[in-house]
């Protein structure tokens, strides 16, 4: 680690805080650009927004600095936006990452502001997909201007167009063509800080598997006047059936989940409930730490059912549900492997003999980070630089399909998790943002590491 730091003692620290810092207006005015582009790539949507989105990244990569710049084609997704430089002889590459699809806005009622509208509010810059992913992308293009074009360097950047709907696309493409992402380090910028300027390493993620279970007890539906309480109603088999997954304190009941000790920062149940909005009086689920629970231990939820609603409900026995499991996987188990530990539980407890079918549509590795490679020494350097306090280390509970992706074509990479999202940002939700301080603070803290790292 002291050679990493004495060579990173040669970075003029505070001719690059000048440069970040002057940059910022057009750093600001790069987000809006990309904020106002609905670049929603889920299917069914309009793709011309998406593709308009990919173009203008393209643009701002160029800008950035590289000469090759690129679209790959990953179908049926739309196109990765793919820049690289290569490096000067004996200099390390690098690889930075991020995504320009966003999550669907919702309602937009529920938005303080139109949400492809940017607005600056206390410091803060409103809009979807300010914080996730688009800040990433700005702060990527921000940090290789501020390093300027005659660093050794070798540079790879990865925007792909397909992140939020989990098709996997990319991840194939990368396992197919390993050369691409050739790197000694490789900097994902899509996650954040636990709290508003404070440095933030992940460190793992758990992997993920999704079940897809259908309960069938009747050919059609019947009158439930006529025959409820002998007939086998479907949805209630299949309520059964989910009920199992969990013990009385909320904690998976699956047999051959695993979970792995956990070693970064600590919380509390007090921040998790604000954090979560939990409402008061209602009880924290699962057992053992926060951390445990939330970052390398198991967890399993019902995100979907297909079952009549309310306002459409007859008096009928139902013949038919459905529902869709999510399984939060810990760091270093197979995904697959727990995918079919969730499937024989189910399997054994079936109600009443009736059909059940299961397919497992998703199944996304986790990653434990390695300690003390050169990448995330210097990284760890860096961030103390811009932020002015000590890094601290976190996992993460949700999952970045293509760290696994990268992990496997890279295995000798240091991978960098770091981002600019903070808990005000929320991300996924109504009124999303980015703290333009933040996004600032991201953009010094990733020229440092560039420039460190080529020292």
Avoid at 35 to 43: D, G, T
Avoid at 101 to 111: C, H, I, S
Avoid at 346 to 372: C, D, M, N, S
Avoid at 392 to 399: A, C, T, V, Y
Wanted: aromatic fraction near 4%; charge should be negative.
């Amino acid at each position: 680690m002291i050679d990493e730091l004495a060579g990173a003692a040669n970075v003029e620290v505070e001719t690059l805080r000048q440069r970040v810092h002057a940059a910022m207006p057009s750093t600001q005015q790069a987000l809006e650009d990309l904020v106002r582009l609905p670049s929603v790539a889920f299917p069914g949507l309009p793709r011309e927004p998406v593709e308009s989105c990919a173009r203008a990244v393209a643009d701002l990569l160029r800008t950035s600095g590289l000469p090759d710049v690129r679209f790959i084609d990953v179908p049926p997704d739309p196109p990765t936006v793919y820049g690289q430089r290569p490096a000067a002889l004996g200099a390390p590459t690098v690889l930075l990452y991020a995504h320009y699809d966003v999550q669907p806005a919702g309602a937009a009622e529920r938005w303080s502001n139109p949400p492809y509208e940017p607005t600056v509010r206390e410091g803060r810059l409103y809009g979807r997909g300010a914080a996730d992913d688009k800040a990433g992308i700005v702060a990527h293009s921000a940090a290789l201007r501020a390093l300027g074009q005659d660093s050794p360097l070798g540079i790879k950047v990865l925007i792909e167009g397909a992140e939020e709907t989990g098709s996997g696309g990319l991840e194939a493409h990368i396992a197919a063509h390993p050369d691409l992402v050739a790197a000694d380090a490789i900097v994902v910028c899509d996650l954040g800080n636990v709290a508003l300027g404070q440095p933030t390493l992940t460190t793992s993620l758990r992997g993920v598997a999704t079940i897809d279970l259908t309960v069938e007890s009747l050919a059609a539906p019947v009158h439930s006047g006529s025959y409820g309480g002998v007939a086998p109603d479907a949805l209630v088999a299949l309520i059964r059936l989910l009920s199992t997954l969990h013990d009385e304190q909320g904690a998976p009941a699956v047999e051959g989940l695993e979970a792995l000790p956990y070693a970064g920062a600590p919380g509390t149940e007090d921040e998790l409930r604000v954090n979560a909005a939990v409402l008061p009086g209602v009880d924290l689920v699962g057992r053992g730490s926060v951390e445990e629970r939330l970052f390398t231990g198991p967890a399993i939820n019902v995100i979907g059912m297909d079952v009549p609603s309310v306002e459409s409900a007859t008096n009928a026995v139902i013949p038919k549900a459905r529902a869709r499991v999510s399984v939060r996987v810990a760091p270093t188990q197979d995904p697959a492997a727990a995918g079919e530990a969730v499937v024989r539980h189910l399997q054994a407890h079936i109600p009443w003999h009736v059909k059940a079918t299961f397919t497992v549509p998703e199944a996304g590795r986790g990653y434990l980070a390695r300690r003390g490679g050169r990448a995330q020494n210097v990284a760890r350097w860096a961030l103390v630089q811009a932020y002015g306090r000590p890094v601290i280390e976190i996992g993460e509970g949700g999952s970045v399909p293509l760290v696994a992706a990268f992990h496997a074509a890279a295995p000798d990479a240091d991978i960098i998790l770091l981002g600019v999202d903070d808990p005000l940002s929320h991300t996924h939700g109504f009124d999303e943002s980015v703290d333009l301080g933040e996004l600032e603070r991201c953009t010094l803290a990733e020229a440092l590491f560039l420039s460190g790292l080529a020292s």
